[in-house]
């Protein structure tokens, strides 16, 4: 019997996600991917891991894995209790557990994902380059669902011989903790007058309910634009923050739409965009027009 | 006034290049021209190359090439681009039962009947302009105007995969269960995605499809 580990008590929604999947948006499907690639870069690191080993992206709930077999985990992105055997465990580092150990997730305390690595990465097959689930077209991961109880995911054990030293503690979104969310102008920034970018940067938006992997739509002051409302539908690309009919933003994520109609006042910077993806239903959000940040050093 | 075409960052990672602000035939033959050259190029770092109906979006490795120099080699290659030369494209059959659940309000709201209805929609060769909206759905165009009505007023929640649908002045193939708010004409059996296919999609932005009328 292969190594695995088994899911005891799934929480609502929990996927196994990877770097994602590209080259293939001509055919109108998302990169998906961790949403929280930074700290899932990290994790990788921590344990030894390729950049692409897949893991478990956890959310909204607790819950509990159970090791069949001697492993070498990490667990990090958003801030959850966790145990092992009942012990309390800490995030970010690496964590040896033996065969018929449990880890317990007690609840998620602050952010949106859990991120649960383990050194070989988990083993589910390659769909279109990535291990990543894609639940609306039922591709990747763990038969392209999520994960639930009595599940077995199967371990993995390919790490690389030589660390490689990789470039991801420049770019952190763990380090980039605070402030407001940096953006670039959209391919529609300019249909957007003084007064609707007066708003838009002004306001401090709350996280909805209605958001999942494929977009966070976020509450607050309404923003109108001037140009026609019939825009013809056209790419779109992940922190694209679009401004519908009701003007509330609705920021596309890593499972959403390739292409979309809804004007594009702004797309979030690549440095920001895991720090983004980490915020839950009712956190506080705000936006500045800025640099990449990748830069200061 | 704007100059087309214009090259904009969409994000850190993909520029969009815009050839006009509204639809037509000819601007389509422009952006499947320049969305084939910019492919055929093999740019290094540029991992999708994807066409709307005016635009085009080119995504790319920003830790790899920065957007000044993708923007450079894209406007190059579109400057070059010999508009109507080139427009070839794949003809793809898609078999068709005409069975789907709006078929006969769309021959009432149409005043055709079905079987004329039928016969519009498979007479002629569709262009596809865009695939997106979901893995494998591609936008067909144009519609006879004699099948032309409104999306319907209350989306379905779940359209079953393979449904054949018009609305508007387009007409698509659902390839999974989806929420979706088009006029269900009829099914195929065709995988218009399977993820053991490269590409996925059966039809993609360029193609040209035909639809088969079968019985049973």
New interface residues.
């Given amino acids: 019997m292969s190594d695995v580990i088994t899911v005891i008590a799934a929480p609502p929604f929990a996927t196994i996600q990877d770097l994602g999947r590209v080259g293939f948006r001509d055919s109108g499907v998302p990169v998906s991917g961790l949403a929280d690639r930074e700290s899932g870069l990290l994790l990788n690191a921590i344990l030894g891991n390729e950049p692409s080993a897949a893991m478990i992206e956890w959310a909204v709930g607790g819950g509990a894995l159970r090791f069949d077999c001697a492993a070498e985990i990490a667990v990090g992105g958003a801030e959850a209790m966790l145990h092992i055997n009942g012990v309390k465990a800490d995030p970010w580092l690496p964590i040896v557990v033996a065969s018929g150990d449990e880890l317990r997730i007690d609840r998620i305390v602050r952010g949106r994902f859990v991120l649960i690595a383990i050194r070989g990465g988990i083993d589910v097959p390659v769909v279109l380059g990535s291990r990543s689930t894609l639940l609306s077209a039922g591709i990747g991961g763990l038969d392209g669902r999520r994960l639930r109880n009595g599940d077995q995911l199967r371990i993995g054990d390919h790490v690389p011989t030589q660390y490689e030293n990789i470039e991801y503690d420049k770019r952190g979104g763990r380090t980039n903790s605070g402030g407001p969310v940096t953006v670039m102008r959209g391919p529609q920034a300019s249909l957007f007058d003084d007064a609707a970018w007066t708003t838009f940067l002004n306001t401090e938006y709350l996280v909805s309910l209605a958001s999942d992997r494929s977009g966070y739509r976020l509450d607050g002051n309404a923003i109108s634009h001037s140009g026609s409302a019939a825009l013809p539908s056209e790419p779109a690309c992940v922190g694209a923050i679009q401004i519908p009919d009701g003007g509330t933003p609705i920021v596309i994520m890593n499972d959403g739409p390739t292409v979309g109609g809804y004007p594009k006042i702004a797309v979030i910077r690549d440095s920001c965009l895991s720090r983004f993806a980490q915020m839950a239903p009712g956190d506080p959000v705000r936006f500045a027009v800025g640099s990449s940040g990748f830069d200061i050093t | 006034m704007d100059e087309f075409p214009i090259i ?7 520029l ?1 290049v ?1 050839f006009a ?3 037509s035939w000819d601007v389509g033959i422009r952006v499947r021209s320049a969305a084939r050259r910019i492919r055929n190029t093999h740019l290094s770092s540029v ?11 080119v ?1 790319f490795d ?2 790899a090439v920065s957007f000044a120099t993708v923007s450079s080699e894209v406007a190059t290659l579109i400057g070059d681009a010999d508009a109507a030369s080139d427009d070839r494209s794949t003809l793809i059959e898609i078999p068709v039962r005409y069975d789907g659940p709006d078929l006969a309000e769309v021959a009432e709201r149409t005043g055709l009947t079905q079987d004329e209805l039928i016969e519009k929609h498979c007479s002629r060769t569709y262009r596809a302009y ?10 067909l165009g144009d519609l006879d105007e004699a099948l032309v009505l409104p999306r319907r007023t209350s989306p379905r929640v779940r359209v079953p995969a393979g449904s054949v649908a018009i609305a508007g002045a387009q007409t698509a193939v659902y390839p ?1 269960v ?1 929420p979706g708010g088009w006029h269900l004409i009829g099914t195929t059996s065709i995988a218009m ?1 399977d ?1 053991a296919r ?4 059966l039809v ?2 360029g193609d040209s499809v035909r639809f088969v009328r079968i019985d049973g």
């Fill in positions: 904009q960052q969409l994000g850190d990672d993909a969009l815009t602000h509204t639809i991992t999708d190359v994807v066409p709307a109906y005016t635009t085009l979006a995504y920003s830790r865009m695939t997106g909206f979901a893995p494998g759905f591609t936008y999974l989806t995605f993820p490269d590409p996925p999609a993609r932005a």
